[in-house]
């Protein structure tokens, strides 16, 4: 497998050099030079396979030329102790993907980076500095799945004062290879801080730099595997039980106790348009730099059993508007309360726009903005109904509602049953939940860190002052 960067494809690269460097050397990010198909085999067996089962078939066609099919065996088998479980609430399907250390979907994409890293710099001499800008979740998690390794120091930057508490501790909290950097600005400051020291000519010859964020093709490959294991449950009709952190809550909180709000919230899977193997399963991703959505493409162009994704944005609706007018227009990001998905210049719009045209994307993608209020309202009906959602999750949630209630026909028949895919647990914004009445236990993963003290410096945004930082 070859990777090329989105603005070259003159120079393509192995696995190895696309990870280690994350950014290519042109600012592009690295694409893959054709997509692997699932088998037959494995399409078939998709609702019957473990998770690590089937992070191994997704994984192993990406990797195979830099990592031996054993190590990638045994490093798939690390990672994931904990699975992704598709569960159902209040009528609806949710895909559970906080139930890792840090209680957040980000783990995914970190503990299988941090394992390969360490495999492919395997007798290297010079450290290796992860540089990583975070709105919330990533920092915590890469901190967390690198924190430890021998060679390899980590340097996450965050926008100050617009995280929670808790992801500040996961953060800022571990100390050792770990430094945390409160950048005085937005995600957005953070993200192009990062870009900047990645084309600086005094850093790359001081520092070995990589980045751990979804610009990095590393993170996005390993995302692929739950979209990929969920549509396979889905359609064999498997529910998982609920894991250790499901927040459920109270008297009628049993799985099929509550009824659907109505609408499309029903299990019916239709057969895609055409016709087809398999017919369509269709996902609502709450969607910031998104990272995310595109590991669901790649599982949709591999193969998987996908037909349809709604982006669930919120206040930064960046990608939503250029679904609905053709023109695509950055923008400096607004604050809310899903704070994770403040991001008005998303990243990985640039992979999104090399493989997909406009029209593609809009047959492929319906894009939803939802308001903080409709964001709390949500979290304040469905945790009455039995079930807590973060504010991320919420915009997901509510994106869905708004797509049943749409006057438009092909925008209600893509959500039929929409599988919620649930970022981050809600114990993680426990300041956003408190005043809208919600509250949920703290699951035994976040209870230790909330016992962490916070050490980062603050920084200005700009190049210099992370240079200053870093040497």
Same mark, same amino acid.
């Given at each position: 497998?070859?990777?090329?960067?989105?603005?070259?494809?003159?120079?393509?690269?192995?696995?190895?050099?696309?990870?280690?460097?994350?950014?290519? !050397?042109?600012?592009?990010?690295?694409?893959?030079?054709?997509?692997?198909?699932?088998?037959?085999?494995?399409?078939?067996?998709?609702?019957?396979?473990?998770?690590?089962?089937?992070?191994?078939?997704?994984?192993?066609?990406?990797?195979?030329?830099?990592?031996?099919?054993?190590?990638?065996?045994?490093?798939?088998?690390?990672?994931?102790?904990?699975?992704?479980?598709?569960?159902?609430?209040?009528?609806?399907?949710?895909?559970?993907?906080?139930?890792?250390?840090?209680?957040?979907?980000?783990?995914?994409?970190?503990?299988?980076?941090?394992?390969?890293?360490?495999?492919?710099?395997?007798?290297?001499?010079?450290? &290796?500095?992860?540089?990583?800008?975070? $709105?919330?979740?990533?920092?915590?998690?890469?901190?967390?799945?690198?924190?430890?390794?021998?060679?390899?120091?980590?340097?996450?930057?965050?926008?100050?004062?617009?995280?929670?508490?808790?992801?500040?501790?996961?953060?800022?909290? #571990?100390?050792?290879?770990?430094?945390?950097?409160?950048?005085?600005?937005?995600?957005?400051?953070?993200?192009? &801080?990062?870009?900047?020291?990645?084309?600086?000519?005094?850093?790359?010859?001081?520092?070995?730099?990589?980045?751990?964020? $979804?610009?990095?093709?590393?993170? #996005?490959?390993?995302?692929?595997?739950?979209?990929?294991?969920?549509?396979?449950?889905?359609? $064999?009709?498997?529910?998982?039980?609920?894991?250790?952190? %499901?927040?459920?809550?109270?008297?009628?909180?049993?799985?099929?106790?509550?009824?659907?709000?109505?609408?499309?919230?029903?299990?019916?899977?239709?057969?895609?348009?055409?016709?087809?193997?398999?017919?369509?399963?269709?996902?609502?991703?709450? $969607?910031?730099?998104?990272?995310?959505?595109?590991?669901?493409?790649?599982?949709?162009?591999?193969?998987?059993?996908?037909?349809?994704?709604?982006?669930?944005?919120?206040?930064?609706?960046?990608?939503?508007?250029?679904?609905?007018?053709?023109?695509?227009?950055?923008?400096?990001?607004?604050?809310?309360?899903?704070?994770?998905?403040?991001?008005?210049?998303?990243?990985?719009?640039?992979?999104?726009?090399?493989?997909?045209?406009?029209?593609?994307?809009?047959?492929?993608?319906?894009?939803?903005?939802?308001?903080?209020?409709? %964001?709390?309202?949500?979290?304040?009906?469905?945790?009455?109904?039995?079930?807590?959602?973060? !504010?991320?999750?919420?915009?997901?949630?509510?994106?869905?509602?708004? #797509?049943?209630?749409?006057?438009?026909?092909?925008?209600?028949?893509?959500?039929?049953?929409?599988?919620?895919?649930?970022?981050?647990?809600?114990?993680?914004?426990?300041?956003?939940?408190?005043?809208?009445?919600?509250?949920?236990?703290?699951?035994?993963?976040?209870?230790?860190?909330?016992?962490?003290?916070?050490?980062?410096?603050?920084?200005?945004?700009? #190049?210099?002052?992370?240079?200053?930082?870093?040497?």
């Amino acid at each position: 497998m070859r990777y090329y960067s989105t603005r070259n494809k003159n120079e393509p690269v192995n696995f190895a050099v696309a990870a280690l460097t994350g950014l290519a !050397p042109d600012g592009g990010l690295y694409i893959p030079q054709e997509f692997p198909q699932f088998s037959k085999s494995v399409k078939s067996s998709l609702g019957k396979m473990t998770y690590t089962e089937i992070a191994f078939e997704t994984i192993k066609p990406w990797v195979i030329d830099d990592i031996p099919a054993g190590v990638l065996e045994d490093i798939v088998n690390s990672a994931y102790p904990f699975g992704a479980p598709l569960i159902e609430a209040c009528g609806r399907r949710v895909l559970e993907l906080f139930h890792g250390p840090t209680a957040a979907f980000k783990d995914f994409g970190a503990r299988f980076m941090a394992r390969a890293f360490s495999y492919l710099r395997r007798g290297e001499t010079r450290p &290796l500095t992860i540089l990583t800008a975070t $709105s919330g979740d990533t920092g915590g998690a890469v901190a967390d799945g690198f924190f430890g390794t021998e060679g390899i120091s980590v340097t996450v930057l965050y926008p100050k004062g617009r995280i929670s508490e808790l992801q500040e501790k996961q953060i800022a909290g #571990l100390g050792g290879n770990i430094s945390a950097l409160a950048v005085e600005g937005s995600f957005d400051d953070c993200q192009r &801080l990062v870009k900047q020291a990645f084309g600086d000519s005094e850093l790359k010859k001081r520092l070995v730099l990589a980045s751990a964020n $979804s610009i990095n093709v590393a993170r #996005l490959i390993p995302q692929t595997v739950y979209y990929t294991a969920a549509s396979g449950r889905v359609l $064999s009709g498997h529910i998982d039980p609920d894991g250790e952190a %499901t927040p459920r809550l109270g008297r009628g909180a049993l799985r099929g106790d509550i009824p659907a709000e109505g609408g499309s919230g029903g299990f019916a899977v239709q057969s895609r348009s055409g016709g087809g193997d398999f017919p369509p399963v269709r996902f609502c991703v709450p $969607s910031g730099n998104f990272g995310n959505l595109t590991a669901g493409l790649y599982a949709y162009k591999m193969g998987a059993p996908i037909g349809h994704f709604i982006a669930a944005a919120n206040a930064n609706r960046t990608v939503p508007d250029y679904l609905e007018s053709g023109k695509y227009e950055a923008r400096p990001s607004i604050a809310t309360i899903s704070n994770a998905m403040d991001v008005g210049a998303p990243s990985n719009f640039e992979r999104m726009a090399a493989h997909f045209s406009l029209d593609e994307m809009r047959n492929l993608i319906t894009g939803v903005s939802v308001t903080d209020d409709e %964001t709390r309202e949500t979290i304040r009906e469905v945790f009455d109904k039995g079930y807590c959602l973060d !504010p991320h999750t919420a915009v997901g949630w509510r994106a869905v509602r708004k #797509l049943e209630h749409s006057q438009s026909g092909s925008a209600a028949e893509n959500t039929a049953g929409a599988v919620i895919v649930s970022t981050a647990h809600p114990a993680k914004f426990r300041e956003a939940l408190g005043p809208l009445g919600a509250q949920v236990p703290v699951p035994p993963s976040l209870q230790k860190v909330m016992e962490r003290k916070i050490v980062t410096v603050t920084i200005r945004a700009e #190049l210099d002052a992370l240079k200053s930082a870093l040497l």
